[in-house]
């Protein structure tokens, strides 16, 4: 696989892949189309290499004897970022390098599968960034995104989408949705919106007045 640099006006997202379980070739090629610059967590270069991609930032606390250097001599060029902090995930880690580059939004692959305790770290960490990156998750399965207050967004009929809250979310009302919701509040572990679904083709429009709301588009 290639590489993935084609720019309009640094209007397209970054991309960052984790390690968690792979994606299709077809999902991972259209990421690569639209993103200019591509960060790479330690643990998966090797994955990453042997699919052929063009990398810019191999970021991570390269811990286990981990040599970042030795991969300069196998792409060229490439940034070696060494983040150490082990209060952060290495995701966490990526996006502060990201804001502190002035980026603002992006795209995530390898980032749930394999582990159940880094998919769901890796779904809630992104709320703590909401004010400053506009970041998406995806997977074979699943597009996951942080809801604005306010979300338009045009579907087909029979779209599958879900509302997961991180803790608790109030004052949720929905237009167009199968289950539709009017004032009502949603909270982890008592009541999510999973598995609900567009009533027909046209805007879907979900406002929540507090709290952090993911929605997870779902490809069957």
Not at 3 to 29: M, T
Not at 106 to 113: E, L, S
């Amino acid at each position: 696989m290639s590489s993935h640099h084609i720019v309009r006006d640094d209007q397209e997202p970054a991309l960052i892949i984790a390690n968690g379980a792979s994606c299709s070739e077809e999902l991972l090629g259209q990421l690569l189309e639209w993103s200019p610059y591509v960060i790479v967590l330690d643990s998966a270069i090797e994955r990453v290499f042997e699919l052929g991609i063009k990398v810019d930032v191999l970021l991570g606390d390269f811990d286990r004897a981990f040599d970042a250097h030795d991969y300069k001599n196998k792409q060229y060029p490439l940034e070696i970022v060494y983040a150490p902090d082990q209060n952060k995930t290495d995701l966490e880690k990526a996006f502060d390098f990201l804001i502190e580059k002035g980026h603002k939004a992006v795209n995530v692959i390898w980032a749930t599968g394999k582990r159940a305790d880094h998919t769901l770290v890796n779904l809630t960490t992104i709320c703590n960034y909401k004010e400053q990156l506009k970041i998406v998750l995806f997977d074979d399965y699943s597009k996951i995104f942080l809801l604005p207050n306010q979300f338009k967004k045009w579907y087909n009929k029979n779209t599958i989408i879900s509302l997961i809250p991180i803790g608790k979310v109030e004052g949720i009302y929905s237009e167009n949705l199968f289950y539709p919701l009017n004032n009502h509040t949603l909270e982890l572990g008592i009541r999510t919106g999973s598995s609900n679904h567009v009533t027909k083709d046209g805007l879907v429009t979900i406002t929540h007045e507090k709290g952090n709301l993911l929605l997870i588009e779902s490809f069957e």
